[in-house]
């Protein structure tokens, strides 16, 4: 009785699919499931470390919004001494520079109020925010230097010669200035 014999079967190709799509659904639901597990935190008392962290991360989320703002208010700055060489109306220049020179006050006023709030909190961070008042007086004063050159140009004080030497050491500065504040509300 050795002979050779054709087995056939005839199955739906569904039910073939079937037991490995169970098997892998299975373990999707398994795995996930672990996940939410270990995403779940149960405890009742409060991580005031985390607490901490997160308020302070939201303080200097703020102060970096106000240093946004006083960089738009330095371009602004900018913008009103180019069009005052242009049209050499010192009414206007002066009226502009009293309206930034308000609410640049106001947006460091706040920033002042967040660093002692800061400072309370995390130390460390509460000096990275004083350096950045620090750097920011220091480009204001740089531009406060480039105001007053620009309106000794336009009143014929200076020659164009030496307006322009002295402008390019001040701009120099400036950017080097900004690039710091700059790299100092990344680092926050």
Do not use: W
Not at 67 to 77: E, M, P, T
Not at 78 to 94: I, L, P
Not at 137 to 143: G, K, N, T, W
Not at 161 to 178: R, S
């Amino acid at each position: 009785h050795i002979q050779n014999f054709d087995l056939q079967f005839k199955y739906a190709h569904r039910t073939m699919l079937l037991e490995p799509l169970l098997l892998v659904s299975a373990f999707f639901l398994l795995f996930l499931l672990s996940i939410i597990y270990v995403r779940l935190d149960f405890s009742i008392r409060v991580d005031e470390g985390a607490e901490a962290k997160m308020k302070v991360a939201g303080y200097l989320e703020k102060v970096a919004t106000l240093q946004d703002r006083r960089n738009a208010l330095y371009q602004s700055i900018e913008d009103a001494m180019v069009k005052f060489k242009s049209n050499k109306d010192n009414n206007s220049f002066q009226s502009a520079l009293k309206r930034i020179g308000g609410d640049y006050k106001v947006e460091t006023q706040a920033i002042a109020e967040l660093l002692t709030t800061v400072k309370n909190i995390n130390p460390e961070l509460g000096d990275k925010v004083g350096e950045l008042q620090r750097l920011d007086r220091v480009y204001r004063d740089l531009q406060a230097q480039q105001t007053a050159l620009v309106e000794k140009l336009v009143s014929g004080k200076i020659v164009k010669a030496a307006y322009l030497d002295q402008e390019n050491g001040l701009v120099k500065k400036k950017e080097e200035t900004m690039e710091k504040i700059n790299s100092l509300v990344r680092a926050f």
